[in-house]
């Protein structure tokens, strides 16, 4: 994916900042002419991610996250990019849960990052100087 622009929000990590993330996203996918249907997915994989971030990266401490979001015209598609000091913690690595059995049945967590997975074209983990990367790439 080759990108037009890179576009960055650094705040803090707290669920409050879930709609803030998302709207500064979401500025960027308007401008980009993103179809509802990509950014309403995008959307549930911010809400995602960054509560996640929110209540486990810092251990009830408070903390960053950063937020970048890459457009891309060819192919068209955005790749956004969270990245925390928190915990070392790759959600990539958990194993997907078993959607054939009932909620009742089923371990709890999980449920988000899989979600994701299936939504967006491709997500990335990495860690590296100290920090947790997620990236989720997402053609429209």
Sequence with gaps: ?????????????????????????NEELEEARCPLKARLQIDIAIDEIVSNIAKYAYGGRSGKVKVTIDISSSPPGAEITFTDSGVPFNPLAMKDPDVTLSSADRKIGGLGIFMVKKTMDEVLYEYEDGCNILTVRKEF
């Design 1 to 25: 994916m080759e990108g037009k622009n890179l576009k960055e929000l650094t705040a803090e990590a707290s669920l409050d900042n879930v709609l803030t993330i998302t709207e500064f996203i």
